[in-house]
Structure formats: C-alpha cells, structure tokens
C-alpha cells in the first residue's frame, strides 16, 4: 500500500476524492488495464443499420410528431483548448527564419502540408480580414515587405498573447465560418443547429461543458450573439455551463507506479479525460439528449441535410424507447407467459443488440424475468455512424468481457492489441467510424432518471505516458464518454453520411467544403 503523507491527504480531500480512491488508482497503474477482447467489427446489418429514404423519413416523421411533448437537451463537450488545432502554426513560428529560407523552402524541409494548406488557402479563413486589417494598422508598409515576413507576421499576430491570440482560445470561440458580414463561432453554430432539432414550443435548452477559467467568454458571446440568433431562428434559447468536477482528476504515477510529486512536494493530479463528463451528464435532466461535439459544425446551406439525420436517429430512439417502456411496464404489473417471454428476448436481441447467452433459456421463469426486467432497466443510446475513411479515433465492435459477455461498443483503437495478429484482423475489418453522434433516452418507463454511473465499465480506463518538466510519468483516462462510460447501456448504431462529421482538428480543416459558404 502507498505511503501518504498529511500534507496528501490535506490535497486530495481539498480535490473532494475519497483517498481511497487514490489507492484504487495506483493499483490500477500497477496491475495494469488489459485490452479489449473483440469478437467482431460492428458492420452493416452485424451491429449497424442502415436505412432507406422512405425508412428515415418514417423516423423523422416521428420525431417532429412527438418533439412538442419532449423536454429536450443539447449536450456538447466543449471544453477543448484551439491549442492543437495551431500546433503547426506554431512550430512554423519557432522554426522559420525569412532571412534564412523561404516558406516553400521550410514545407520542403520539414514536408508540413498543414503549412503549405494554410498560405494556399489563407484567404478563405473566417479570421483573414481581421489579421489583415491588424496588420494594416501595426505595420502600415507591410506591403514593401517580402512574402515570406508577411506569411510569418500574419501568423504571429493570429497566435500572439498581445494580438489575436488564438491559441488560447477555448476551440467554440473560435471564428469557425465566415459569412457576408461577419464570422462566427462553433458555439454560435450549435444554436443556428440546435434550433432546427432541438427545440420544442420556440425554446432550446443547450448544455455545454467548459474550462472554469473560459465561462466568462461564453457568457459574453452568448450575450453578444444572443438577439440576432433568436430573431433569426424563432427560438429562445436557455444555455447552462458545467465544468469537468476536481473530483473526477487522477493521480500520476512514475515509470515506477510511485506517486508523481511536483519540485513542490505536492501530487500531481491530472484531468480524467471526456470520460469524466458523465457525471454532468448524469446531472442533466431531459427526455431527450442529443450529444455533438463542439468543433462538429457546418454552415448554414448544410444544415437542413446534417440535421435531418439527427432527426431521424431520435425518432428510432423514441421507437426503441416506447416498446422497452411497455415490456418494462408489463414485467412490473403481471407474470408474462413464455411466449411473451420469449417476445421479449427476441426485441432485446433484435432490436437493442443484447446478446443472449444460450443458458438463459434453460433459467426458471423467475429468474428469466430477473434478467429481462435487468436488461430492460438501462439508458439507450442511438449513435450514428459513418463511413471509415481514414480518421483516426473509435469505431463500433462487438466485444467480450471477462465474464464472457458479449456487447456492442465504441471502441478506441488504443484499447486494441493491434500486435495480436487476430484482434489486428478484426480491427482491419472495421468499416464504420464514430463521429459523435448520439441521442440519448435515460429514464425510465414512470419518469425516473437512471443514475448514470451505475452503468460504467471501470475497466475501459486508459493509461498513457506522457511528461511533467522533462520527467516521464504514467496518466489515468477515465473510461471515455461515449466508451466505457456508456458500456452497460442499451446501444443501437445507425449509418448516416459523412456530411454529419465534420471537425475541425487542424485549422486547415475549415477550409473544407462544410466549413465554407462559397466553394473553393
């Protein structure tokens, strides 16, 4: 057991952890977190559906029928820094000399086509008026200037503490898309979007999680954007903000599995990763949730076509959820015969993915209905997926637990043993990619909310290597939002197109065709 000082235990109290909890954690590191065991890719009509036009309008059909007697959220993780989205930009600036090299000359030696994509396309960032009416003012004769120091102050006034300073941005108030008179946010994109699906009698009520220290910036620009979205729109919106609790950061630990402490004597805590999100989610209270990541948005000539699917994939939750309320319902108020029974199991297995182990049959009656009531009693999630081309990130499998339960998950390619020559060959055979695109069902049939907490898979954890001041050190990641956070839930994954998935990781990326208003 590892030997906590005082001082410690003053700190992760202060953090609201329990110290046992630390204790858990380190056992963690030293035991280890073993991979996931995959059975198969989740493809079409193995896992993953896919519709007709006739089928999704049915479903969107019945959504926009039911939507005005549903209390609806917007969800959106929203906490993530522009930091990375730059990291090129910023390596320019470290490693680029106009006296020394020209800027074809620096993407030759180092092959960055994130830089080449940048100056090819610099007009057509949302921000490019701004920097340039910047640069006007601070360098009057930057005109006289060569191409290279232009391209090198362009970039140092976009990411400078004392100019526009983006990189500091949190990513949903960043210049997402430039329109005829002026640019907007991601953030501001959420409402034009959310307004089309997400509202139900003229109101919209959105939640999005952030960094503590950025609430004041939302705040002002929802202030600021606030009159002219709802003239717009028709829609009043109710916005609330959460912050990623200190509850749910994680110990670091050295190469030896010993706590990792500060020059200071102090522990050092790290964040626990999206997956520590589920906790405000779990303090959310709605009929329906959609969930969408922040820099997931399009401009507005898209949004009709992005949206009908989030559409349709709510009224096939609402489908889902009507006919478990009613199986739920008839297990609590009467005993089933076996042919109801045996209905049951069948939607179970049919319709929500619920692997049914062969032995089930041969439980007592009293025991099948335990395990019905039992599967029946979960959150649902409809979670769309997209076509596989190249993206790095999570997938849809089918797995196996240590109990040899199997189930349907979004998986994280860092969770596969890709060395072992079978898993690599399942994980090769995925053709479907997760965008983040989820609606959400967690109450159940009498209204009561689920405590969503209770339905985690602990050991979908993640540890990663990462640095503190030069020195090497092991992390903790919670089980992720849309992974192991939502394991033991009802899943259910539909195919919609790419046109749904649109991040921006890179900035180059808003130079693709969704985040643009004019073609390229």
Avoid at 16 to 22: F, H, L, Q, R, T
Avoid at 171 to 189: D, N, Q
Avoid at 396 to 408: A, H, T, V
Wanted: proline fraction near 4%; charge should be negative.
């Amino acid at each position: 057991m590892t030997q906590l000082l005082n001082a410690d235990l003053k700190q992760i109290k202060s953090k609201g952890i329990a110290p046992e909890k630390i204790e858990e954690q380190i056992e963690v590191f030293k035991r280890g977190i073993p991979f996931v065991n995959l059975v198969a890719a989740a493809t079409i009509d193995n896992g993953v559906e896919r519709y007709s036009g006739e089928e999704r309008q049915k479903y969107i059909d019945r959504f926009q029928e039911e939507r005005d007697n549903l209390d609806l959220l917007k969800f959106v993780p929203a906490s993530g820094a522009a930091t990375r989205m730059f990291k090129a930009l910023f390596e320019f600036l470290s490693g680029f000399d106009p006296e020394k090299e020209t800027v074809n000359a620096y993407v030759n030696r180092t092959n960055d086509q994130i830089i080449r994509t940048f100056f090819v396309g610099v007009e057509k960032f949302p921000f490019y008026r701004e920097v340039m009416e910047e640069m006007e003012k601070r360098y009057p004769d930057y005109i006289k200037l060569s191409y290279d120091h232009q391209k090198l102050i362009f970039i140092k006034l976009l990411l400078s503490e004392d100019a526009f300073n983006f990189g500091d941005f949190p990513k949903g108030l960043l210049p997402f898309h430039r329109y005829k008179r002026r640019a907007s946010t991601a953030f501001e994109e959420h409402l034009y979007e959310a307004a089309i699906y997400n509202s139900a009698h003229g109101k919209s009520r959105l939640h999005f999680t952030i960094s503590e220290e950025h609430l004041q910036r939302f705040k002002e620009e929802f202030k600021k954007i606030r009159s002219e979205v709802e003239e717009k729109t028709g829609v009043t919106f109710d916005i609330s903000f959460s912050f990623q609790k200190p509850s749910t950061d994680t110990i670091a630990v050295t190469l030896d599995d010993e706590p990792f402490r500060l020059e200071s004597g102090e522990l050092l805590f790290r964040p626990g990763g999206h997956g520590a999100l589920i906790e405000n989610l779990n303090e959310q209270e709605a009929d329906l949730i959609f969930i969408k990541n922040i820099d997931n948005v399009v401009v507005y000539k898209f949004k009709e076509e992005m949206t009908e699917y989030k559409q349709m994939l709510a009224g096939k939750l609402l489908e889902l959820r009507e006919q478990a309320y009613a199986y739920s319902k008839l297990l609590d108020e009467s005993v089933p015969d076996e042919a109801t029974i045996q209905e049951i199991m069948t939607f179970l297995s049919e319709k929500l993915n619920v692997h049914i182990k062969s032995d089930v049959n041969k439980y007592k009656e009293i025991y099948q209905i335990e395990f019905l009531k039992e599967r029946l009693a979960a959150p649902i999630r409809v979670c769309g997926m997209v076509q596989n081309e190249g993206e790095p990130g999570g997938g849809p499998f089918w797995i196996k637990d240590e109990n040899g339960n199997i189930s349907l998950q979004i998986i994280e390619s860092a969770q596969i043993d890709i060395k072992n020559k079978f898993q690599n060959k399942i994980f090769k055979e995925s053709t479907h990619f997760n965008p983040v695109d989820i609606v959400c069902s967690v109450k159940n049939y009498k209204g009561e909310k689920y405590d969503l907490l209770d339905f985690v898979d602990h050991n979908q954890a993640f540890i990663t290597h990462k640095t503190k001041n030069g020195n090497k050190l092991k992390a903790l990641e919670l089980p992720g939002l849309w992974n192991g956070a939502m394991a033991r839930w009802n899943t259910v994954f539909i195919e919609v197109p790419l046109i749904t998935f649109n991040p921006a990781k890179t900035v180059v990326d808003l130079l693709k065709q969704p985040h643009q208003v004019r073609a390229l």
